[in-house]
């Protein structure tokens, strides 16, 4: 009924947003993990940055929603 009751551009409007919606939602949980694997690089225990400017490295742990342990 309500359907019905709504012009055709206005229709195509609402249809558009529902997909641009539904784009960035998969966008949104796709890309995270796209430029991880992507970007995933051997790490260098001691680089020679940290010797220049008198610093140290800590290393981290974190979980992330699907359990994925990150160091």
């Known amino acids: 009924m309500f359907y019905k009751q709504i012009r055709k551009k206005q229709r ?3 249809f558009s947003i529902g997909v641009l919606l539904l784009v ?11 430029l991880i694997s992507h970007y995933k690089r051997p790490v260098i225990e001691h680089p020679p940055i940290l010797d220049r400017y008198n610093a140290k490295a800590e290393t981290f742990t974190f979980k992330t929603r699907d359990r994925i342990v990150t160091v």
């Not at 960035?24 to 796209?34: C, G, K, Q, S, V």
């Open 24 to 34: 960035l939602t998969a966008i949104d949980r796709w890309l995270p993990y796209a």
């Open 12 to 14: 195509i409007t609402l």
